[in-house]
């Protein structure tokens, strides 16, 4: 079987977790990275890793690395590249996406919610509409993770509107001690490890735009704190119909690869490395009067995020 030629450019917490997660597949072959940092210290990153551990598989011993701002200076023309991963962060639209298809490569998907009409994808969502476009986003992992419930809560009740709450580990777009930050945006400038940072988030606009009948219709902030990994949301959505019906067996049914259901007294540490989307958690989810509905759910931000990246590089692959 011919193996799948995959190009990661951007080395981070995604690309990273993105390589260990395909490095399962025989039929996958990571033929090269680019990042701006040196190969040495990637490598030692790769292997060390303070929240899931030691990575002992020598997987990148034939990966050609890169160090190229610019992708027009990027030589990967003899790489033969079937799936581009665009984990780092800085290319979130087509045009800038459009020079790596000039240089072969034959997909290229973005690990971020785009700032044009790129179109997205979300595994457990519309990943069956996928027809073969070239250029893709995997939208964001709030977006994986809210999407997949406000559909079921759509079907059943019909939204009025919506409003999410992240409780969110804090990123590398955060700041460990308080200095000056690129985006002039003074809370992410405070500690990352010393404070809750409420901030504005785009996971509204993202869901909009993989559910375009919730269009201006929801909210969303993401408070940041003092953790490594993994998001607590706390979902409040309105909805047209009685939510009188019985929502834990509606949502009992709708269990998948995507999601799953908690009963249990658990923490966000429990819930580092879950494959799963969300795991609703059955002691914050419940119907208020007739037209209310929340739901806590968690998520390995990190983890499950690239698992469905890495199982939407499968899909998008079928079609070469």
């Known amino acids: 079987m011919k193996k799948i030629r995959v190009f990661i450019n951007g080395f981070g917490r995604i690309g990273r977790a993105s390589a260990k997660i395909l490095s399962r597949y025989e039929r996958v072959e990571i033929v090269g990275i680019n990042d701006l940092c040196d190969k040495d210290s990637l490598s030692g990153l790769f292997r060390f890793d303070s929240v899931y551990g030691r990575f002992d598989k020598n997987i990148l011993e034939r990966t050609r690395f890169f160090k190229e701002k610019d992708p027009k200076n990027l030589c990967i023309e003899d790489l033969e590249i079937d799936i581009l991963l665009q984990c780092s962060g800085v290319f979130l639209n087509r045009k800038s996406n459009e020079i ?10 973005i690990s971020a919610p785009c700032n044009d009409t790129t179109p997205t994808f979300i595994m457990g969502i519309n990943e069956k509409d996928y027809d073969s476009q070239t250029i893709i986003s995997a939208s964001s992992c709030s977006a994986n993770a809210i999407a997949p419930l406000l559909k079921i809560i759509e079907k059943e009740f019909k939204i009025k509107s919506a409003h999410f709450s992240m409780i969110h580990s804090y990123t590398a777009d955060q700041n460990l001690l308080d200095v000056k930050h690129p985006s002039k945006d003074l809370r992410r400038a405070r500690s990352a490890a010393l404070n809750i940072l409420p901030l504005q988030s785009s996971a509204s606009q993202a869901v909009e735009t993989i559910l375009p ?5 929801t909210a969303s902030v993401s ?11 706390d979902l409040s959505i309105f909805v047209n119909k009685s939510s009188n019906k019985n929502l834990i067996e509606i949502l009992k049914k709708e269990k998948s690869r995507y999601i799953d259901i908690s009963g249990e007294a658990c923490v966000s540490s429990d819930f580092i490395k879950n494959p799963h989307s969300a795991v609703v958690d059955l002691n914050f989810t419940y119907a208020v009067e007739k037209n209310l509905i929340k739901i806590g759910a968690w998520q390995d931000n990190e983890y499950a995020y690239a698992l469905r990246l890495c199982e939407l590089s499968l899909l998008v692959a079928e079609s070469l």
């Open 213 to 217: 009948f919730l269009k201006t219709k």
């Open 100 to 109: 790596f298809l000039k240089k072969g490569v034959k997909r290229v998907i």
């Open 223 to 233: 408070i940041r704190v003092p953790l490594a990994s993994c998001t607590f949301y």
